[in-house]
């Protein structure tokens, strides 16, 4: 009887068995709509990787998104009314725990000169910051201009003078050194610890097969005429760009209103600051009184008093001060402003979509050679500088007299050797891919067909294009390209352009009505300040609740 019974059991298990490996066949190595068999070399080889979680990268806290009211929270005493309430929806992203630091810039600076230093210096100049920005004509601020920066008691001390430019090429850096490290951890790459110009690793290059840098071993395939492959994004082990948040990212981890949650979807109640409440000091736990951010307190008062400094700074705090809020983010108020990726508008809280608002898209495309299609590589650059007339000042007064004077290499455009001007006006690295706007001139960009956009640029759709110009049919062909454009007359009516970008948050130097993630101001996105700072972003792929590893 017994091993009737065990016959009996090991048969079961056997059919067991057979069921399982059918079923597993069938869900996830046969495809539902043909029948055919993921990875087997027998059909081709058409591969289905085993699925991976986004991994969050270095720095970021995962934010997941939802519905919230976008926009002014409190009175508005400058009248300015740019941030009227909406309701919206943001999708779940990433986000630094704290803004760049001035190590974390360092650390830029010191791979730019290590890699383009010699052959391209201007490259490591024009990712300088401008120290600059710390002088006032009545104050005594040398001190941060010859030591902000590069001295070790300011190392975890917000990035300041750093333009919107600036920030998205830090931004680009850091996606290429955290992929090529993932790349080298999980045994691609080799590491290299002396990149040139000629074999640094670029993510646009090396998932185009453009890059020629150290392989150390690929990925194994199940096509027998193609037995290895580089890493790809199908692979899900490269990381999405790093890039400077949205205004309505921004805002949404800003509040923090994950906190204010009940059971239903109910927000049970909405915040001024990224803490509840309507005062600016601690009332809850044992620092009864502290203050919850750095900024100014009230006329001339930055700091406190002499033994009792009531937020701990004179100028900037280190980037993990005070309190972080209900997302584990720290100076989300206070400290330094930051820049967030969208064109400034002041109607754009009426004009921009429900969904992942957002205004300054300029649609680009991989520029391709004109004999074989071949995806371009940016190749030497050249640096054109551009001049323009200063009066110069005597000891009566401003002459007449009128001299050209080259501007400061912080405001050169780079363009490439046949002359090519990127999208965004920004710098050209070599060994990058290059990038055009798209066009209706090209066939293959198919814009006549597409209905969902007509134009690479739409920074201006809807506030400051054709139809919505106060201007429209005045003057033949005066719209005839974006020089046409007068809804924003530049230096005569206003200050607004499709430059002008949107910064948030209040700073060291302002009072507590910016603290409000809801306030907005605006800069040129080739200036910089001493209290504008920022910190990156990361677009969340796939399922939109992230299990935080």
Known sequence: MNSTFFLRVKLLSIVLLFVSITACKNTSSESSVTGWAYNDPKNGGFEKVDFREQETGPGLVFIEGGAFTMGRAQDDPTFEWNNKSKRVTVSSFYIDKTEVSNLHYLEYLYWTKKVFGTTFPDIYVKALPDTLVWREKTSYNEPYVDYYLRHSSYRDYPVVGVSWLQANEFCAWRTDRVNEYILIRDGFLEPNPSPTDQNYFSTEAYTVRKWQGQLKTKVKTFDPQNPERDVIMQDGILLPKYRLPSEVEWEFAAYGLIGNMTDGEIIKSKRIYPWNGNGVRNGTDAELGKMMANFVKGKGDYMGVAGYLNDGADATNKVESYYPNDYGLYN???NVSEWVMDVYRATSSS???EFRPFRGNV???QSRDSTDGSIEIIGEPTFQKFTH???????HGVSQDAAEVTD????????DKNGTTPPDGNVMIPGRIKWREVSNAIASDNLEERINYKTSDNI???????????????????????????????GKTTLVNDQSRVYKGGSWRDRAFWLSPGSRRFLNQRQSTSNIGFRCAMTRVGTISGNGK
Not at 389 to 395: D, E, G, L, R
């Open 460 to 490: 201006s759709n809807l506030d400051g294009d054709v139809l919505s110009s106060i201007y429209f049919g005045e003057g033949e062909n005066a719209y005839a390209d974006r020089s046409g454009k007068l809804m924003y007359e530049y």
């Open 363 to 365: 649609y680009v495309t």
């Open 351 to 353: 004009d921009v979509d």
């Open 389 to 395: 007339k200063v009066n110069i000042p005597t000891a």
């Open 332 to 334: 989300m108020a206070g």
């Open 408 to 415: 400061s290499i912080l405001t050169l455009i780079t363009r």
